[in-house]
């Protein structure tokens, strides 16, 4: 994919398109998968007009509003935003895993269906069996009704991909939290996804551990490409990885995120970390999730932490 030229541009809403399908926490898909072994093309995602409350004893609660998204085909997308701001939900819509209150999501132009096989979903914690081994938590993720021959090859290919050839018979507890981590995306990529959600993946990791990460999703998008939404709370690490940032907050009181800045990031991937034009990338935003470009944030008791809303 291409990285289009730097242009940031605030707006309540971008441009028209939908959520992408839902994988089942244990990794396990539907018949409708693509089989091991053959990737599944990258497809685009539209959320139109997507709006999500809750219901609480003082009435409904709005979470998001007016979302509007158009992601390209092996694009990816970053979302950031205070935590609570609604960007899980957002991600578990497009996973079809909640439904929208309001408006349409969408892969390939088809409605997003639960737990829809065309996509996959990473956690921030790696969810793997304890009692399983590493090769085994990866089969997990692949298509129903697959060959056991046919899924041997497929397993073998991915922890290749993802560096665990040699670690293929352990079990989680054997191993660190960077390998379980890339365990679990590995057992995403199983289900040959036409799309990729993950959510914070990297959260629970230690500094450097995240950017070996960050570094290997890169790799890993090249081989397999996918459609990637990717919800993060670390400006740096939307910026190294994403072709477009998405920032969800709110406008005054007026219940519900919206989208209110888009950046296209500039250059091709790997990025140079300490380069001006993602300093001052990463300025616009830190300034849209109101925290001054020391760290701290405007209005709030605090130098670590961003805005926190309750829902």
Known sequence: MTAASATARASSSSTPGTPAAGAQASGTVSSGAAPAGATAAAAPVSLRGIGRAFASQ??????????????????????????????????????????????????????????????????????????????????LGLPRGTAKAAGREQVARLLDLVGLADFAGHRPREVSGGMAQRTSLARALARNPAVLLLDEPFGALDALTRLKMQDLLLDVHAAEPATVLLVTHDVDEALQLADRVILLGHEGDTPGAVVTQTIVVPGHRPRDRGSAELAELRGRLLDGLGIDRHGSARGIETTTTIPHYPY
Do not use: H, M, Y
């Open 58 to 139: 003082s009435g409904a609660r709005q979470v998001l509003r007016d979302i509007d998204l158009e992601i390209a085909a092996g694009e990816i997308v970053a979302i950031l935003g205070p935590s609570g701001c609604g960007k899980s939900t957002l991600l578990r819509i497009a996973g079809g895993l909640d439904q929208p209150t309001q408006g349409t999501a969408l892969i390939d132009g088809e409605a997003v269906r639960p737990f829809d096989p065309r996509s996959a979903v990473g956690f921030q914690e790696p969810r793997l069996l304890p009692w399983r081994t590493i090769e085994n938590n990866v089969a």
